[in-house]
């Protein structure tokens, strides 16, 4: 007796119901991690992390809504990876402190990465640029305020307008950097 060939969507029904949803949604999921990742890189990854933790779960698993449960999953990925590298951050930052060496009145310091320093680099070249192309006055409040450590009194003062104009350039200056550095 022959087995009749089963097509993909039997398979998927044989497969359980989250990995079906899973297959079927896998691009949303893409672009859902993608859009809170800001790179397709590391939003392919999660999800193929996603669909290795999917597969290691009971086929007959009682799943009430999986494409919620999956639109869950993924979200919880992006957190779990978001803290991992915060972590990693701080854990590197420490090391830095850790690493400094005193030798008399000589400080040496172990240097960060190339990588780092070039990326560091350019991420200023990319402010200065930002900052540079800030209107006049928003751009010395910001200068006065962030760069140079001054209060804003003090910038108000130095700039002759309100503090409060001086809280409003900055908060629109710092808005419009972020989204340029972002972009």
Not at 113 to 119: P, S, V
Request: positive net charge.
């Amino acid at each position: 007796m022959a087995l009749a060939s089963s097509g993909p969507s039997e398979r998927r029904a044989a497969a359980g119901p989250l990995l079906a949803a899973f297959l079927e949604k896998r691009g949303s999921l893409v672009l859902f991690v993608a859009a809170r990742m800001r790179s397709m890189a590391a939003a392919e990854d999660l999800v193929q992390d996603l669909y290795l933790k999917i597969a290691a779960m009971p086929a007959d698993a009682a799943v009430q809504s999986p494409t919620a449960l999956l639109y869950r999953m993924a979200a919880n990925l992006v957190v779990d990876h978001v803290r991992s590298d915060q972590r990693a951050s701080r854990r590197n930052a420490q090391w830095r402190v850790d690493t400094r060496v005193t030798l008399g009145s000589l400080d040496l310091v172990s240097e960060p990465a190339a990588d780092e320093q070039l990326m560091e680099k350019d991420r200023a070249r990319l402010l200065a640029e930002a900052v540079a192309d800030l209107p006049p006055q928003m751009g010395r409040a910001f200068r006065l305020h962030k760069l140079e450590g001054r209060s804003q009194a003090q910038t108000a003062e130095a700039m002759g307008v309100s503090q409060k104009m001086v809280e409003q350039h900055i908060a629109v200056a710092i808005r419009r950097l972020a989204e340029r550095l972002r972009s």
